[in-house]
């Protein structure tokens, strides 16, 4: 019996010893180290002089340095040197595993010996089983008729046989090397021999880092790849670093290597990710989203990608670091499923930075790829040599204000577009104050200085009608002055608190227009944002290149009411100015003098379930020129979440034609109207999920997914499909489709 009936003796076996007598200190002279001893303890000894046996009987345990050696009876041979031990006998080895045996026989050193009948518990509740075991050097245990499994084994019929376990002719453990190969084995999945292994390996579950192949994986389909094969290799380089080398072999495309570096040093971290292949693909021509026709490449042949992480604590407040992103080709990225394709850009930089009490400072440049072909053109994208950032925030002053200080400073260049450079100084200055009616007051005086030197404004992203250099300044001195007057009172017996907030706000800052007349430059201001979120705020443009200027007043009103752990929190709001821009985004809820209604609506009735929406509403003719809702249901055993977003108008493609001369393309006016929402459960070891995302404009989905699995203590199996409907570069991909196997201390099995 070498299979099932060993592991169910696991349940049986036990390592508890009581010391009740006075210990024997006995030195064999066969130690690794000579000023160890070999100790003995038990409830009884004898000695026989003759033979030159000792006998130590009841609750018997030996130990050595870090082994310890547990049974009912033992017996040393002064003349061999030989501990026989036999009833429960129990040793505890150095990486923390635990040998159960009926009879063991070993050197005084516990480095040599026999054993019969071998059960062992290892790290990750692994176990190991055999009919008999021999040590050598205590490096070496060399086991027949063994068995191995993480599950765990049924209490009610110790025979029944575990989910999956290995089941060999014989095998070596390496514990040098951490290293268990099994030779002539079988895979068993609830009994039953479903995979013959001439040869297996594996890393001792007490490792904690170990070199040797990972779990190959082999993909039957790929529509750029077709059928492939990952092998991939891990090497411990040293306590600190390490390296994952990767080799892909493919039907339909050209072999790849890839690897990654780690290494973690004293002082902070590096990350290299990088490989190299032959790609076989042509990307043949396509028409863009814009309507445009977008040429063949010629990007196939030897490509590559670089994607490199480093971090350097230079001293308690400075630290320096740096993202490099790079790769040859989109398609390239595409056909080899490299991390980061289907985003727009390639982003990299280099930093330095430091923290002090209440101050910021980053020096850093910035350099950029595009990958959504024939959208966004490397030609258009900046460079940022460099940019600098300062922020600054004092304490509490003589007269009860806070002065703040911030500059973002910065060099631009672009091939096909403006180039420019900014200098910025912003002066911020809080004072709040109260009264004794409650009303809490926030008064800001804030300048805004910048300077100005570009270069083919004519071009983008600013498309005047101007070609030549400029150099240009503006000063902005803003005021401002917020009251918010909380009304609070209680009901349902002290249970429940409301609050009733108006909240009105007077700004005032010389009307700066949107900066065409007087050529001023814009990189940070492209877009506009008007919700509840910045119906206070002093400037709503993204940056500082454009401010708010004119005179304007904001309004709000604010309820909460919470009681039980229920809670419902609304806002609504307006503002009206002085000086209306027209020509500032359309839809942007900002083209009159009395602007978009703002509201904002979150509801908890329970801890189960909460529910957010926002909205912006025209007052003239009650269109949503804004809106999106979030929902969540969470109950034992059953999740459930949805969204909604609605938005006239893409933002991101107002830029990518000259919109002062001709009318936005048909693209820029697309509706995004989607709908997402999604489902997941889980009970005892199982769990499933669905999500799915449409877009109700275009009447087609964006992606929709699900998954199913199941886990328990010593396997998981999981499924997954993944179907996306965007198109990028020209190509749409297929559906995806992910089967997982995990073996516990072994490794995770997929197919694609």
Known sequence: MWALGVLGAFAGSSAHAQFRATPLHVNTGRTNNPGEPVTFQSDKVSYDDHAGVITWTGNVQVWQGDRIMRADKMTYDRNTGIIAATGSVASSQPDGSVLFSSYAELTGDMHEGVMTHVNAIMQDNAKLAA?????????????????????????????????????????????????????????????????????????????????????????????????????????????????????????????????????????????????????????????????NSVGATNDHGIQGYVFARGLANITPTWRGGFNVNIA?????????????????????????????????????TQFYQGLNQGVISNSDL?????????????????????????????????????????????????????NSW????????????????????????????????????????????????????????????????????????????????????????????????????????????????????????????????????LLVGESFQEHVEHDRLPYSGLNHHLSDVVARARVEPSQYFNFTARARVNPKNGDIDFGDALFGLSIPHFQINGGYVWEPVTPYYYYVNNFRNSTPTSVYFQRTNELSGGVSTYWANWHASAFARRAISRKSFVSLGTSVGYQNDCFGLDFLYLKQYTTIGGQQRNSTYLFTLTLKTIGAFGLK
């Open 328 to 364: 040859s080709s989109a398609n390239y990225m595409r056909d080899y499923r490299i991390q980061g394709y289907g985003a727009d850009t390639l982003n990299s930089n280099a930093y330095l930075e430091g923290f002090g009490t209440g101050a910021y400072s980053r020096l850093d």
């Open 131 to 291: 009919n008999g075991m021999r040590r050598t050097s205590g490096k070496i245990n060399d086991l027949s008729r063994a068995v191995y499994t993480a599950c765990e084994i049924c209490a009610k019929d110790r025979t029944r046989p575990p989910f999956w376990q290995l089941r060999a002719y014989d095998a070596t453990q390496d514990l040098e090397h951490q290293q268990i190969n099994f030779r002539d084995a079988y895979m068993d999945i609830l009994g039953i021999p479903v995979l013959y292994l001439p040869f297996f390996s594996m890393t001792d579950p007490s490792a904690k880092r170990h070199s040797g192949f990972l779990t190959p994986g082999l993909t039957p389909h790929d529509r750029y790849l077709g059928t492939y094969l990952t092998v991939p290799y891990y090497w411990v380089i040293d306590d600190q670093s390490d390296a994952t080398i990767q080799g892909l072999v493919s039907t339909k495309t050209g072999p790849q290597i890839s690897a990654q570096y780690r290494n973690r040093l004293n002082f902070g971290t590096l990350t290299i990710l990088g490989g190299v292949a032959y790609d076989t693909h042509k990307q043949s021509g396509y028409v863009n989203t814009f309507g």
């Open 438 to 569: 409650g009303q809490k007051y926030l008064l800001t005086l804030r300048l805004d200085s910048m300077l100005y030197h570009a270069r083919s404004v004519n071009e983008r992203p600013n498309f005047y009608t101007y070609s030549g250099s400029v150099t240009r300044a503006q000063v902005v001195p803003t005021v401002a002055l917020k009251m918010n007057w909380p009304f609070l009172r209680t009901f349902s017996k002290g249970r429940g608190t409301q609050i009733f907030e108006p909240i009105v706000q007077a700004i005032y800052a010389p009307n700066t227009g949107n900066g065409a007349s007087r050529l001023l430059p814009n990189e940070d201001s492209l877009n506009y944002e008007f919700t509840d979120s910045t119906l206070f705020e002093l400037n709503r443009y993204q940056g500082t290149d454009r401010i708010d200027g004119g005179a304007r007043a904001n309004i709000g009103l604010h309820g909460n009411w919470t009681w039980n752990g229920h809670q419902v929190d």
């Open 382 to 434: 900046p460079f940022v040599l460099p940019s600098y950032e300062y922020s600054f925030l004092g304490q509490p002053d003589a007269l009860g204000g806070r002065l703040g200080v911030n500059t973002h400073d910065f060099n631009v260049y672009r091939s096909n577009g403006t180039s420019d450079q900014r200098g910025e100084l912003q002066l911020n200055w809080d004072r709040p104050f109260r």
